[in-house]
Every structure is written in structure tokens, then in C-alpha cells.
Nanobody
């Protein structure tokens, strides 16, 4: 069992930056693919970015503004968000895939955090 705890959300003005963190329990963190998703009110959960041992995938909607990274020594994955826009407002979730496969589909992830709210004001 893996527990994921997100932090770093908050209220920021448009054009600002935030860095989200997701701390994972367990000794096999480095084997997992890790993803970030977001969900705005009334909308479906949306892929943001994912990372595994071989590379990174980033959604077109945030490419060039958001960066995903991980520190396996700290069992932590990060999402650096720059040039934030009001449409980035959502609850952001991190997720882990035991198969270490980078996937854009929420249903293929095995573990989820509780989410952290990001609100971008105009």
C-alpha cells in the first residue's frame, strides 16, 4: 500500500507560480510512474503530467508552463507551475502507477492522494 500526500496549493494571482509536492510512503517509490491530474468543478479529472524512469509526458494545455520532476531519495514528486492562468484553477491530485507506465488515463493509476486546491485569481 502506498500513501500519497500533496501539499503546496493555495491562492495566487494570474502570472504567478506555485510548486506542488507529493510525498509518498513505501520503499519502491522509484519504480512507480507518478502522475499529476486536476479536476475543476463540474469537469472530469484531467491529465497534467507524468514521469517514470525513462521520461516525462506533459499535457499540451500546460506545456512550457508546468514542469514535473521527482526526487527518489525523498520519495517525492513535484509539479512546478509557472505563468498560472485562471483556467488552471482546480484540485490537483498526484497518483502512482505500480507498473511504472506513463499513462494519461486516471483509471490506470493505483494510488491517489487527497488533492490540494489551486486557485488562480484574475
Amino acid at each position: 500500500q502506498v500513501q500519497l500526500v500533496e501539499s503546496g496549493g493555495g491562492l495566487v494571482q494570474a502570472g504567478g507560480s506555485l510548486r506542488l509536492s507529493c510525498a509518498a510512503s513505501g520503499r519502491t517509490f522509484s519504480r512507480y510512474a507518478m502522475g499529476w491530474f486536476r479536476q475543476a468543478p463540474g469537469k472530469e479529472r484531467e491529465f497534467v503530467a507524468a514521469i517514470n524512469w525513462s521520461g516525462v509526458v506533459v499535457a499540451d494545455s500546460v506545456k512550457g508552463r508546468f514542469t514535473i520532476s521527482r526526487d527518489n531519495a525523498k520519495n517525492t514528486v513535484y509539479l512546478q507551475m509557472n505563468s498560472l492562468k485562471p483556467e488552471d484553477t482546480a484540485v490537483y491530485y498526484c497518483a502512482a502507477d505500480r507498473r511504472s507506465k506513463v499513462t494519461l488515463t486516471p483509471g490506470e493509476y493505483d494510488y491517489w492522494g487527497q488533492g490540494t486546491q489551486v486557485t488562480v485569481s484574475s
